[in-house]
């Protein structure tokens, strides 16, 4: 993994912005752009590159998400290795076209001629108050696009390595960071270039009284849950998806398979989110060793409410995650 | 195309002037409130008070002068910088405080009132303007749909969509895009070749007009006309209000980032404020008595709009899964249940 | 459900069109525009209603998706019924953010104060050799947007009583059309006004060896297999959802508890479609019942695809689900 | 703006002419190889050995005389319209065919051919155009892009949004709009309310030229300068060729339904072809033993091009799950393995 072994401790903002800073630096093909990019981004993931590597390879576009992508595919299907930046993930809208309709099916259109090796960067989820919309999580929708990617790392360390395999990939890669650990964790990062390969979910924490299924932001949720139900003697497994396209199930069949048990969680709106197609893989490959019935903790019936005072009660925590668990252990 | 404008940076006024002293003191006072509340405002988003705010300081007149243009029965479809544009549309101070602090009772206008919500997805709201100009026609009614937009925001594809369908629906819609330099941190030059955003109105064949968006006469009468045309049926109009952003993008934005200090030190002398006062003073209907009478009218205006919007009920966990259905969906109402016993 | 008797054979064409005379007839806030809609539209399913309704109500839009929906909202929030129609559902792409940031978010945002009565028809699905992107089935995408109906009818007498239901609905209904079904089917409908409840899912055929459960255009393919197994004694429960959103759960798990077997087919790409919404309730409430795994019978990974002869292997058909039936009664 | 010609309905030819008599000799050569494919395809079509075919009877000029003004190592970034402009970059014939007939076999071009497939979501390809023309930029290359839409896909927020990239990068694209009276059923004046598309361009500070489209010599002329400007640096162009679409919108539709059927008879005096042909003859480097032969020659090579498609292998049911992603997923292996069983 790690062909650089020295580490520095970084918030998951600063191990993005190294591991743009190392694919820029090595490979010219890779251009960074997007809306006030230039300056460092509203979040500061970008902060100092464009000084670092001039204005011709990191710069800001104009105010059109479609345009950002439609541009990036176009730069890539003749030959470079675009990284666009998506505001906010809940800004993506406008450019649903695009995503839909060109970045995972040029390949399969073309039989291979042409591809779209780009990677598109945003920020998601809540937790932080930010005004309407900047908090949503459409990464369900992202999934249905065939031929796309969709990584959502869990700390710095592994947000470093999985960005680079991000760019270095062949195909287009969606890579969400959740806002809410942008900078409330610090941990070691490697230095210079390493990558961590995609489409492999992981054990975050081993357990055997069930598993608790999750990614991005909500990892913490689920390994704070770990330890208070570690407390009471109840070992949870965690897996962190990491790449949730394609969907590494056969490492959630395993733990599954083990624990008897399962709970899905995500912050998006549980109909139709991503651990949707968690479940019913799980009720299609493992029925069998289920104990329980497979729960989801997730967003309400709702969009994720713009009012900041209650907002908190919309984003599971792990209260709400170790009543499930209460639940599928009762069963 | 020079913008157009009325009032001189000194205070100077054109002849002919197309406002009368009242409507100019009128004018003054509505750009003295927008003042006051966008200043405190800022105050008490720093107390934790607000949740996140945009200021639109230095923007009041290009905001204030659209709104007056329009009668009652007209709407009004905003973006986020717009609250200016709302209050004098007559969204009560305590409502906009109340919205502004993200409390669920800011977010239900009174239900006589045709303000639309702030719009954050930037450049949706320019079609619903267009829908919301054409419904009228249906009903027998002749409202105007006046709707905001940013430089910035020009570059959506909905900006374009809009103006077409405008424009071939003649839909009595005005748009006024308040160019003000910047989009978060990227200046007007990097966003657009040509900046001026009002030569695009001929390629949709509907009359384009830039104006200083910091004289409230020019601002007033450019979307006066613009507003008697659409009412006439003669269709939509794209105004280009040359204005300045002269605080942050938002309260959580830096621009020592990605501007000097003194970016906007030029701009002081073309505060729409004491501008008009200046010429508010020229035309001998103004004077320091008046002045200080009115600040302390707002003030209190504000303080009433505190202490009203701190007495609003506390938001309950329940509401979040409140009106998304006219009727609430069983998953709704159970969570609904859950919520309310917390 | 009907004030009016008489019946005549329509196609599903003819049905819809039917249903957009009497809303364009009985409610003068009812207006229906969309690409090419004032000659008929391409499927001719507006045939005649420009003529007898006026230009002013019935009319053609410019070429923007975007703008077709965004338009409609405004008229909704101004006290309009508009009845859109996107083309093809594979072409809504563009209108996505009017859909996920607004459709459905106006009355949760304004707390009641604005609502979008709108509706939004789309041909969508595949069968009948339409060019790339036309044979889209996108609907798992519209279930994401809290606040937004999705409601796609089986057959014309259903198609015509919903779709008045839709549009007298206070809320944004998407419909759907399946496009193999437009002229397939001849059946009675009946003439005038009624409307079917919505957010009801319906026994189509029922049985007690395993439930499929379906919607749309798969429900004919359903119903074929029902009756191929029939001849072999097993009775299958045929369960046409019709509303996907709010999705009518009850109704599903009850057959699933009666049957203990369930398959869920729909045309859509097998990941993330809205069967696996479906196959993640039923691991989740009324995962004892089960006496063998949630199959599901649905699109491959892969975009439905633009290659003529071979795609009919992508769409189910009854082949394939009596595969997936012989499995769950082999478990 | 009125549209540029340099060869009159009859033939006659402006003095000066841009073309020499050889580019014009080979102009008609692609203009009439375009003309032959497009009815033959049609009746392949008719025949059902193609799939829903586009047809641009009448737009043979506009879109050949773009064509030919790229050199080699240019790219082009066609809609569904533009078989006319892919053969004249290099597509073959048989290649082209398998397209229409929705062949896997068809839709991989050579590598080396620097041509995009149609494109059916309407707009998207701009933005496409945009990139690929910047890309070239930073590999030392100095190819353009030259990409088409239709009037009715203007009203698409791609278009404005390639424009405004394209402005603001200066990339090096050329955009052709055809204008040919129709998106499907709805003609112009339903789309926008100013038809010269052209006009549009000075919006976003770039060129815009507005071309007689049924001439290629003002084509091939006017994309040639544009194409000399963004490979000099000079940023991009929009030109819009004026040309009226004769057929069906595609071998699905019936124009019956919404025009009448004289509603083209103004266009057989315009024809580019015929056009041409007296152009060359005026020239005196045209006669019908040329004719004879040219049209010999191509009958011979769409006869070809018939067979060598119709000899492509059967298309193979687990080609669906093929080329999704770089390295197949256990899903999509489990497809293959399924489907290859069939
Ligand atoms: C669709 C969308 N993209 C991005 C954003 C984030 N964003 C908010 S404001 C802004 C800049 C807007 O600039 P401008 O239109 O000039 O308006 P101003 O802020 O100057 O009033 C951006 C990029 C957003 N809210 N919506
Ligand atoms: C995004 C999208 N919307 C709708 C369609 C359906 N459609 C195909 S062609 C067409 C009309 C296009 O007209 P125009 O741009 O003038 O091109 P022309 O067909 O005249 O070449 C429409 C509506 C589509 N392919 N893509
Ligand atoms: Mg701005
Ligand atoms: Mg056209």
Redesign the pocket.
Known sequence: MADAPDTRPMTLVQAVNDALDVALSQDPRVLLFG??VGMGGVFRVSDGLQGKHGEARVFDTP?A?AGIVGYGIGLALAGMRPVAEI??AG?LY?ALDQVLSHLGRYRHRTRGRFTVPMVIRAPYGGGVHTPEQHADSPEAVLTQAPGVKVVIPSDPMRAKGLLLAAIEDPDPVFFLEAIKLYRSVKAEVPSGHYTLELGRARVARAGDAATLVTYGGMVEVCLKAAEVAAREGVELEVIDLETLAPFDAATVMASVEKTGRAVVVYEARKIGGFGAEVAARIAEETVWSLQAPVLRVAGWDAPYPPFSAIEHHYRPDARRVLEAVRKVLAA | MEPLRFIAEDGARADPFPLSPEELTRGYREVVRARVFDERALTLQRQGKLSVY?PYKGQEAAQVGAALALDPGDWLVP???ETAAALACGLSMSQAILYWRADPAGWRYPDDLRVLPFY????TQLLHAVGVASAGRYQGEDWVALTF??????S?GDFHEALNFAAVFQAPMVMVV?N?G???SVPTEKQMRNPRIADRAAGYGIPGVVVDGNDLAAVWHVTREAVARARAGEGPTLIEAVTY?VGP?TSSDDPGRYRSADAGAAWLARDPVSRLRAALEGLGVWDDAREEALRAEIAEEFAAAVREADAAPEPEPQQIVEQVFETMTPDARAAWEVLRRG
């Open positions: 809306e006030d105010l998400e505001q906010f800004f406008p | 945009p973006s986020y910088r954050i997805p930037i450049a937009i940013g430089d910035g925001g020009s959506e308040q003000n910047w989009a978060i952003r993008h």
